[in-house]
């Protein structure tokens, strides 16, 4: 049987057109010069030359009874109904003829490297026509024995497909001999989120490191940056996300305690806060709150308001018990015993800001010790005067006989002193103003002032009483 026997074999089992239905496929199913010529490619002079063949030759021994068909697979379509008339008809018959070409080009490229091997034993046809490539994908090669004759036919023999963000060098149209070197950079997406920021690239790198050098970022990141993934280890082929957490200088002023200096990589003032193990209680305040994001050189402050009570032993003052001494002169006092003072616990709620007391509320005291009273003799002996009649009317005219006048006009008491006049003349002794004294002793002062000055010194109020 030959080629074309078989073939049509083959053929009819698979439910092909009727005999009466006019479709010719020995266009389709012939061997042609051609088609030797694309199998063996530019070579194929002097492949054929070295097994002492020509194309027709080789064309009458593939169509010879010994060459073994490989199986055809027919489309659903073209075995579908062929009822059908016009552009629907044309669809199935324009599958069936592609599934033949494909069918032939397979068979061809078998089947005339099997013959120039046997012809020739081997040597430069094989090797021309089952090229082996090495193929280095991100760093790692591979030796890919192909038939193909480029660079996107033998990656496709391999069962390698080139992303869209993948680097191949040479190009899928180019040409690869044996021998060749084709390198492939696999594409992989890197959500790099540096202190909540996120930057999507991506990058054709196998390492995190490599990653950080292609974007450009190296010596961006202080030493002692945290990251979630380590910089050496190597990145997904479907890609990752890799958070970033840089070193920042910060300064914390903590309540009353000096600043100080400490390192950090939080993000933010409540990653801080639980970086350094500071606690924050109920009426403490962060300046700024837990969100605020921290840079290099940022400042955290903490406001702290603490609240305690104490309890404390304190002194009780002795009370003072005035006894009055007639024998003593009005105004004068004599402590008779200076008494002792008691003591007491006391218990206080006391709240201070930062170190400062800001309020103290007496919660309960309990008397230790009772104070002994301190004993002061008051002297209500008045001086005795002349004349008190006198100087009632003089008084009378002066300030309507009001012994404690003070109106403001810097006249004072019954006869209107000035101040300096009265302590001049040792008023003083009695009290500090005139108003605040008796009459008795406004009346001494007086006497002493009408024998320095006479009575002059109450020009208007001396004529109407009549002693001027």
């Not at 040479?170 to 909540?196: H, T």
């Amino acid at each position: 049987m030959n080629w074309f026997s078989t073939t049509s074999a083959r053929v009819a089992t698979l439910d092909w057109p009727s005999p009466e239905e006019d479709w010719d496929f020995s266009d389709d199913l012939a061997i042609t010069e051609h088609d030797i010529r694309a199998v063996l490619g530019p070579d194929a002079d002097d492949l054929m030359t070295e097994a002492d063949v020509d194309v027709d030759e080789l064309i009458r021994l593939i169509n010879a009874e010994t060459t073994l068909l490989p199986a055809i697979v027919i489309p659903d379509e073209a075995s579908a109904d062929r009822t059908a008339s016009g552009e629907a008809a044309e669809q199935p018959e324009r599958a069936l003829v592609s599934a033949v070409k494909t069918w032939k080009r397979r068979f061809l490229r078998g089947s005339v490297l099997a013959l120039l091997i046997s012809i020739t034993g081997g040597g430069a046809a094989a090797l021309a026509m089952n090229k082996s490539v090495t193929v280095d994908v991100d760093g790692h090669e591979q030796t890919v024995h192909s038939f193909g004759k480029t660079v996107g036919e033998v990656l496709k023999d391999a069962g390698l497909t080139v992303g869209e963000h993948d680097a191949l060098s040479p190009s899928p149209q180019a040409a690869v001999g044996d021998g060749g070197v084709i390198k492939l950079e696999r594409g992989r997406k890197l959500n790099l989120v540096v202190d909540g920021v996120a930057r999507e690239s991506w990058v054709r790198a196998t390492s995190l490191q490599e990653a950080i050098d292609q974007l450009g970022l190296t010596g961006q990141f202080p030493q002692g940056s945290w990251f979630s993934l380590p910089e050496n280890a190597p990145l997904p082929l479907d890609g990752a996300t890799v958070e970033v957490h840089t070193l920042k200088h910060v300064t914390v002023l903590d309540g009353d305690a000096a600043p100080r200096q400490v390192t950090s990589t939080a993000v933010t003032a409540g990653d801080f806060i639980k970086d350094q193990n500071l606690s924050l209680g109920p009426d403490d305040e962060l300046l700024g709150g837990l969100d605020v994001k921290l840079t290099d050189n940022a400042e955290v402050r903490i406001s702290r308001t603490g609240v305690s009570v104490i309890t404390q032993q304190e002194d009780i003052a002795p009370p003072v018990q005035q006894v009055e001494d007639d024998t003593l002169d009005a105004g004068k006092t004599v402590v008779q015993d200076p008494g002792t003072p008691g003591t007491q616990m006391v218990t206080y709620r006391i709240t201070k800001k930062n170190g400062k007391e800001t309020d103290r509320v007496q919660l309960s005291v309990q008397v230790l010790t009772p104070p002994k009273p301190k004993i002061v003799r008051v002297g209500t002996k008045q001086p005795d005067v002349a004349n008190g009649a006198l100087w009632d009317r003089l008084a009378q005219c002066e300030s309507s006989g009001n012994w404690a006048a003070n109106t403001g006009n810097g006249f004072e008491g019954g006869v209107q002193f000035t101040n300096q006049t009265w302590l001049a003349y040792g008023g003083g002794q009695y009290a500090q103003h005139a108003y605040q004294a008796s009459r008795e002793q406004q009346i001494a002062i007086a006497t002493k002032v009408q024998q320095g000055q006479g009575w002059g010194a109450w020009p208007v109020c001396s004529k109407k009483i009549g002693v001027a």
